[in-house]
């Protein structure tokens, strides 16, 4: 040990101080260990009260399920008895005779009803068929009541707006075999051309030949004549015709291929038209008349001819711009 400076009193402070401290730190731990076990019984304690609320709580679970599992097989054997008994009921009633003779006359109604229904359907095909018969002979004798009227030209000479969607109106007034479902206000930005007057005249050339084409055709289903080749479509009819309002090579009954599958083109080429020619209000269109040449923005007018079904019509579905095809950047 080695000796203080200070002398031997200061050795002993020293040592008597530093026993001091050990007993001190001897005690603290004391303390603290008893203070440890202390608070490991509490927790220890506190965890069997847990265990035994949660074992309380898991039998008494077990009492509700069995008694809800019980009455559920006691709710389920009472309703099984309650549809035995309505069967039982039911068969006892099929096997009543004014039962079964009121089920048969049921049928037989429904039976007639399925046969009214399809006459009162052919009743309005003919109806219509009638009503349009009768806008033609309108139209003709409309027609006719001009000098010299006759045939295609008597109605054309009714499209004779100064512009092309004056034209197009007046077809919705006089050409009662054409339905045009296209956007007159796509016809607008045709006017400013340049050729807008020879686009005009092209237009009510290609109506009034239609609604002459339709009218023919119409009038030999309502006699009974079956339709010849010149009636077999509007090109047809037009190449048949020794001075035709529209030449035949300006008539297009399908388009490029391209113009029928490429995603854009035949979207636009998709062209409303009415429910009774097709459910979903709308058809692809590829018959097209060149209202304008080749240059742009070389105008079209498309077309669905309908003329063969119980419609007979032949309906516009676009009058305007050149559409997307195969060449369109």
Known sequence: MSMSPFGLAADRARQEQEAITVQEALRLMEELKDSSLRLVDRYRRKAEEEQAKRTEAEARLRRYVDQIDSRKIGLEAEWESVLAEIRQGVDAAHEQPEVRALQARLADAESEAAVVR????????????????????????????????????????????????????????????????????????????????????????????????????????????????????????????????????????????????????????????PDHVDPSGRMLMVAHVRIGDGQPPAPRLYFHDATGTPSSTVVIGYVGDHLVNASTN
């Open 118 to 273: 399809g006459l009162l359907v052919e009743a309005e095909r003919e109806r219509d068929a009638a009503i349009r018969m009768r806008d033609v002979l309108e139209v003709r004798l409309r027609a006719h009541q001009e000098p010299g009227a006759a045939g295609a030209p008597a109605v054309r000479d009714l499209l004779n707006a100064e512009s092309m969607r004056g034209v197009l109106e007046q077809a919705l007034q006089h050409c009662t075999l054409l339905t045009i479902t296209a956007d007159i206000a796509d016809v607008d930005e045709l006017e400013h051309h340049t050729k807008s007057q020879q686009w005009r005249a092209r237009l009510g050339d290609t109506l009034a030949a239609m609604q002459s084409y339709a009218e023919a055709k119409l009038l030999a289903t309502a006699q009974g004549k079956p339709a010849g080749s010149d009636l077999a479509s509007f090109q047809a009819y037009c190449a048949s015709r020794d001075n035709p309002l529209i030449s035949p090579d300006k008539i297009k009954l399908s388009d490029s291929q391209t113009a029928r599958t490429a995603p854009r083109a035949r979207s636009q080429r998709t062209l409303p038209v």
